[in-house]
């Protein structure tokens, strides 16, 4: 069963740092996703990561996918209030194809 | 603007009474999905249809079904609501099966009384 970890679960920082969410998962994959979801909001496609060593930035953020050690990160450049949101990750069950399975999500405040 | 839409965006329904959500798109794609998102949860898939090709996932309880009548509409459908079936409810798109994005409606917030 392929099991996806983010963490931290919960991130508070101050505007202007950066930092750093983690996305493990347990079984051969090499797509990935990242989304972004407001409060009481649907899913935002962020960043879509389909090889080993692909990496994706857009404004502040940016992504990168290491599929040997099943690993993504998603890397905030100098956090501004309106990122705070949560961020999932979710990676695609193969050999199935586009069945996703989510990680449980990091809750991310930006403190002015 | 090409999209997935869900109706109604908020829907209250009192225990046992059967509920029927819905999700249209205008992106002309193969396959729809539905999640149940419960709160401060990850979205978790219920079912979807590669054309009119019905998968059910393993897990899903057999209260929540589906109706894709063409290509545009799906339907999921509740039987007999419980008070944990209170979630929000998310349709997705994607353009066929394999190494394609997923795009997601705004969802329905179920409240169950």
């Known amino acids: 069963e392929l099991k996806v970890e983010q963490n931290p679960l919960f991130l508070s920082m101050q505007e202007g740092k950066n930092y750093t969410i983690y996305c493990n998962y347990s079984t051969t994959s090499d797509r990935l996703y990242w989304y972004r979801q407001d409060p009481g909001k649907s899913l935002e496609s962020l960043f879509v990561?389909?090889?080993?060593?692909a990496v994706k930035q857009e404004g502040r953020l940016m992504a990168s996918l290491d599929t040997k050690a099943r690993l993504s990160t998603l890397h905030i450049t100098a956090a501004v209030h309106d990122l705070s949101a949560t961020y999932f990750c979710a990676v695609d069950l193969l050999p199935y194809g586009n069945k996703l399975v989510f990680g449980a999500g990091t809750i991310l405040r930006v403190k002015s | 603007d090409a999209m997935v839409i869900q109706n109604p965006r908020y829907q209250v329904t009192q225990f046992g009474k059967p509920v029927t959500l819905s999700c249209s798109q205008t992106?002309?794609?193969?396959?729809m999905y539905w999640y149940q998102q419960k709160s401060s949860q990850a979205p978790k898939l219920l079912f979807h249809y590669y054309d009119k090709d019905f998968n059910n996932e393993a897990d899903t309880p057999d209260n929540f079904q589906s109706r894709r009548p063409n290509t545009s509409f799906c339907f999921l459908d509740i039987r007999s609501p419980g008070l944990g079936d209170a979630a929000m409810y998310l349709c997705?798109?994607?353009?066929?099966?394999?190494?394609?994005?997923?795009?997601f409606g705004p969802g329905t917030r179920l409240t169950v009384l």
């Open positions: 997705a798109t994607s353009r066929d099966w394999g190494v394609h994005e997923q795009f």
């Open positions: 992106l002309n794609h193969n396959v």
């Open positions: 990561l389909l090889s080993n060593g």
